[in-house]
């Protein structure tokens, strides 16, 4: 008689866990992602676990707190519906200042371009970068560009580090997560994964979906006027709405608990989510957040929300709970309650 | 009868100017690079020049004066004698901060993964970045990793982006640079270009060339006790020393005349350029700076360099001149003048 399989040592489905190379999942964001910068980059840097939990480092300056915060862009395609690399390159770095509750000041671009791109191609992207800086308020301020062979960049990688300031009395940190405050979810999900799937796969699904790449400082502001005392605030891009929660569940030590069908999932997102066997909750998003709010500021949040255009289709989601700490849990349309967890690795690479 | 060659539209060596495409040049810190900035990064952007000459941006916080700059460091190959890509990614970046006069305090990491890539390297590299961080004082404070498809990455690609503060009573900038000035090279040229050159092309020169690599902020930590008006700094990187000059001359305006035999040439690096046919004041450092200072407090800078390690062997190279504006000569070892101009690519690619 044969014995049976024991789930704690699969390791299946690709990427192995077990390995001694980099592979695509190590970039996804999820518990691989997790993995590398707690097993090898904190140690071989000498850096304490607390201090580097958030998509943006506190930094003080003197009087001032200062948000700081970096990503690298490696999106294929360069250009797709509703954005580009040059658009999600700002916004996305706005985006990790503004969910520290700073207002983005400054940013840098950093190019590596690949021999051969063409300079058509790159002014478009650039101009993109130009027009979603001024729509966000920040100034490019430095820049450096660098050239690779042709055949080692697949076109262009940009990175972009931005700073902003952090308002006096806002206290913004996954930690903050409290039993009992309201999750919040800014809008439609799952568009910006979708979009870019599928443009490199060229799928079509009746309606187009369109990238939702967009600056959230402004959203965050009106939200801080609402209620100063936000608890957390998350973009859900790589890995998507299921990792952020995770990521916050874990960090605070509390459980939470949402409604699966509260949440917004556009049709034709669903349609194709559907079709290429993606779950919506862990496709990226590049212009949505999740706030977790004090119970009793919820209605006053989601009022000012909804009057921003930017947050329209706002809504509550779920609650944050004592029990199960560390715990997410989704109620299905069925009534049932399922655990919601990181994905391992990257369901759709290349998507930021 | 044919006709003269006309210089003016000589477009040799390559690359050559008249393209719709990236070259290696364009990455190669020289005239090429400058021209993709001036005439596509910063319309495209919205930015006036007079806004991001320097290798450091300077954003107002409040009271206080930050320095921001960033580097992407592409370097290959990732290991060379005397440093490796981790040490020259926090090294170069601190560099940046130092040549504004500023303390470094934070820095970003990002990270472009090759699929594939040895998890024992990229532990290797991060380590030689966490003791770089740790010898320089600068906190790596925020990261991100992406993961890009085997081929499309030569191994890793490293982005690093650093805030500093700017000591009260620092005004350094190009536009300083004022005639009567003298010229202050901190010692050697041209080791970590040759170094990089040697273990890429498996050459040997008698002696093992190793990079200069270093963080510069203690040597201009002292320099700036010795003179609180110290009117440049330069690290004489990509391009080497005959770039920054022509860079100062023409910010600011002025003539630099130097000597071509007080410049510190180590017998290696000399052999080594004679035989490739390179010249050592393009060849890059990283771990060397320039300064332009007043008359007045040369010899007090010149002292407490020569007093401290990083700079024992600085030696004064020349003075600034209101003849000849923008343009750079060096009186050579038989006593004529010549005029030093910017490269216009990229003499060794891929170099940091």
Redesign the interface.
Known sequence: MSEAPDPGSWACPLPIRD??????????GGRL?GE??AD??LP????TPS??LHD??T?D????R?A???????VRPLFFPGGSIGELAVNGTVNDLSMAGAVP??M?????????????V??RV??D??KA??RAGV???????????S????GM?I?T?G?G?IPEGVHIAPTRATPGDRVIVSGPIGQHGIAVMSQREGLQFGTEVRSDTAPLADLVAVMLEACRDLHVLRDPTRGGLATSLCEIAEAAGVGIDFEETAVPVPPEVAAACSLLGLDPLHVANEGRLIAIVPESSTDDVLAAMTAHPDGREAVVIGALTENHPGVVTARTAFGARRIVDLPLG?QL??IC
Chains 1, 2 share one sequence.
Do not use: C, W
Request: aromatic share 8%.
């Open positions: 390995h001694d190379r980099v592979v695509i999942g190590h970039g996804g992602s590398l910068v090898l980059f071989a840097f000498g850096v201090e580097v943006a480092a930094i300056l003197g009087e001032q200062v700081f915060s970096t990503d690298s862009y490696v000041i400054a840098s671009s950093g190019f590596i371009l690949e021999e051969g791109l063409s300079l058509e790159l002014a650039a101009t970068m130009g800086a001024q100034r490019l301020a430095t820049g450096d560009t660098k050239v690779v062979d055949g080692l960049a697949d990688y990175n580090t700073i300031l990257e690479p290349r």
